[in-house]
């Protein structure tokens, strides 16, 4: 049996779209997955967050939302002082607002 101890997840409902958010937490660092439609790994980015300084590197480059997924893990990766690795995998561009809403429940879930 697999333990679900630390697993998070959650759907978010954004301009007539549906968003799974997963977080795998880990004592140095978070592994968030953000899917629409089929759970797959998409885009992939790393950020590491060490006394007030973070950096970021692309494992799977995106053709867009590279801006965005910049943002959320670096963000994730400053707050919790250590690693994220984080996955996007959507069917078309995001707006503005999903893209808040989307950060705002990240950073809810890893509070």
């Known amino acids: 049996m697999i333990s679900q101890v630390g ?3 959650k759907t ?15 004592d140095n660092g978070n592994f968030i ?8 790994i ?15 590197a692309t494992v799977i480059p995106s053709k867009s ?4 997924l910049k943002m959320v ?9 250590g690693i994220c690795i984080f996955s996007l ?7 503005l607002d999903s893209m808040k809403v989307l950060m705002n429940e990240v950073m809810e879930i890893i509070k």
């Open 7 to 9: 697993y998070k997840e």
């Open 12 to 26: 978010v409902k954004v301009n007539h779209r549906d968003f799974l958010v997963q977080i795998v937490p880990f």
């Open 33 to 40: 997955s953000i899917t629409e439609g089929k759970e797959k």
């Open 42 to 56: 998409g885009t992939l980015v790393v950020s590491i967050g060490s006394g007030g300084r973070t950096s970021t």
């Open 65 to 68: 939302e590279t801006t965005f």
């Open 73 to 81: 893990s670096e963000r994730v990766a400053a707050t919790i002082n």
């Open 89 to 95: 995998s959507i069917q078309k561009e995001l707006e």
